[in-house]
Structures are given as C-alpha cells and as structure tokens.
C-alpha cells in the first residue's frame, strides 16, 4: 500500500490540455496535483521546491522540448509520462527512460493504464529487490536484504521495462527488481523468451493470442513493437 498520494506536476503550453491531463488524474485517488505551468523554466523551479514523483509533460514547448528538458537530468527522482500529439518520438522518449508516452487527445482508457501502472510502480519499488550475482540453472534468484527468493523461469509469464527497475510477471506474482530489462533477458533461455516491445518481453510458451499490435497473456493485454514483429512471424504463419 502506498504511504501517501503521488505528487505530480503537469506541463504542457497549451491551457486545454493541462485541464485534460488534470481531469483525468482527478479519477485516481492516489495521485496529488502539486503544480501545473506552461514554461520549461518555470517547471525547473517547481520541481525543485515541490519534488514531484511524476511529471506528465508536453514534448513541443517554448525554448525547450519536453525531451531537452529530460536530457538535462534536473527532474530529480520524477517519473516523466510524455503526453504529444507527435508519434515519431516515440523510440527516443524510450531510450530516454521516460515512463509512459500517450497521444493527444487524451483517451481517458489509455491514461487510466498509465496511472495504474505508476500507482504498481511505486507499491512495489518500496519493497524491490536485487538480483543474485550467482544464479542457479532454472531460476532467477533474487534477493531483498538477508532473504533470498528462486524464481522457476518457466513460470515467468512477462518482463517489463520499468525505467531502472524491471517487473517480473510470474504465473503466481509480481516484482519488481533493481536491474535494466536488458540486463535480466540476458540470463534467460533465448528460446523461451522474446522481445516484443521495447518494455516488454515474454515466455513464447505463456502466449495465449497474438494479433496484429498486439499479444494476450494470461489476461494481459501487451503491446507489440514495430521493430520487433519479425521475432513473432512464427505465429502469424
């Protein structure tokens, strides 16, 4: 359970579309709004007298870009959440580290997953773990001060991108780990596993359904990438 509500701050140039971010965080009870500004500069002050844990922001501003603006590593601890009407920047907002990138218009569905996906985020970032050096074959070992916990692979359902951290689904549950999601696929099988998305990858025996965009998995809805259908071609035969 989370402790206390998620500050964000909301920056965007345009009035309209701060009212929309706005109304659709109002939804959500676990997150405060501490701030809201249509300047980069005026952001940079406000993140640093607030500390917000998450900042949802426009990509084409004034003087800087939402993406300039997370280059220069002064948002502190905040999780950015893109929020463009401009798909292309996509790939880059990823390799940026940035949370969760959303298209204007707001669609109220899409936002409600990105919020629900922040609030599991910090739940589970509170009790995360590391993982053991020295694995065992069959497992992942993961450990959380003296503990030590073994993961069968095989019930490992889906890994996800989680800016530093990466989630591991299991067929029983969830956490959340301090390592890059490149860093936990390379000690597992590569012929179990594959990459879907640039946040995600799955067991190929854990598929349910896979579609043109998109994969089920045991009653997850995952994304697939465009860079990463050649890996699934195998299903679509």
């Given at each position: 359970?989370?402790?206390?509500?998620?500050?964000?701050?909301?920056?965007?140039?345009?009035?309209?579309?701060?009212?929309?971010?706005?109304?659709?965080?109002?939804?959500?009870?676990?997150?405060q709004?501490?701030?809201?500004?249509?300047?980069?500069?005026?952001?940079?002050?406000?993140?640093?007298r607030?500390?917000?844990?998450?900042?949802?922001?426009?990509?084409?501003?004034?003087?800087?870009?939402?993406?300039?603006?997370?280059?220069?590593?002064?948002?502190?601890?905040?999780?950015?959440?893109?929020?463009?009407?401009?798909?292309?920047?996509?790939?880059?907002?990823?390799?940026?580290?940035?949370?969760?990138?959303?298209?204007?218009?707001?669609?109220?569905?899409?936002?409600?997953?990105?919020?629900?996906?922040?609030?599991?985020?910090?739940?589970?970032?509170?009790?995360?773990?590391?993982?053991?050096?020295?694995?065992?074959s069959?497992?992942?070992?993961?450990?959380?001060?003296?503990?030590?916990?073994?993961?069968?692979?095989?019930?490992?359902t889906?890994?996800?991108a989680?800016?530093?951290?990466?989630?591991?689904?299991?067929?029983?549950?969830?956490?959340?780990?301090?390592?890059?999601?490149?860093?936990?696929?390379e000690?597992?099988?590569?012929?179990?596993?594959?990459?879907?998305?640039?946040?995600?990858?799955?067991?190929?025996?854990?598929?349910?359904?896979?579609?043109?965009?998109?994969?089920?998995?045991?009653?997850?809805?995952?994304?697939?990438?465009?860079?990463?259908?050649?890996?699934?071609?195998?299903?679509?035969?």
């Amino acid at each position: 359970m989370l402790t206390a509500p998620l500050k964000y701050l909301v920056l965007d140039d345009d009035e309209i579309d701060r009212i929309s971010i706005e109304n659709e965080a109002k939804k959500f009870p676990f997150f405060q709004k501490i701030a809201s500004c249509a300047h980069p500069l005026e952001a940079f002050e406000l993140i640093s007298r607030f500390q917000p844990d998450i900042i949802f922001l426009d990509i084409e501003m004034p003087d800087m870009s939402g993406i300039e603006l997370i280059k220069t590593r002064n948002i502190s601890h905040a999780l950015p959440v893109l929020i463009t009407s401009h798909p292309e920047f996509a790939i880059e907002s990823y390799e940026l580290d940035a949370f969760d990138y959303l298209l204007k218009p707001l669609n109220a569905e899409r936002f409600a997953r990105c919020a629900h996906r922040l609030h599991d985020f910090w739940e589970m970032r509170m009790k995360s773990f590391d993982v053991e050096s020295r694995q065992e074959s069959g497992y992942i070992i993961i450990k959380q001060g003296h503990d030590k916990y073994k993961l069968p692979i095989p019930e490992i359902t889906y890994l996800e991108a989680m800016k530093d951290y990466t989630r591991i689904k299991t067929v029983t549950g969830q956490y959340l780990v301090l390592t890059t999601l490149s860093g936990i696929l390379e000690k597992l099988p590569a012929d179990l596993f594959v990459r879907i998305h640039r946040s995600y990858v799955v067991n190929r025996e854990k598929i349910d359904v896979v579609e043109k965009s998109k994969i089920h998995i045991q009653d997850h809805i995952l994304p697939i990438g465009k860079l990463y259908k050649n890996a699934l071609k195998p299903f679509f035969d």
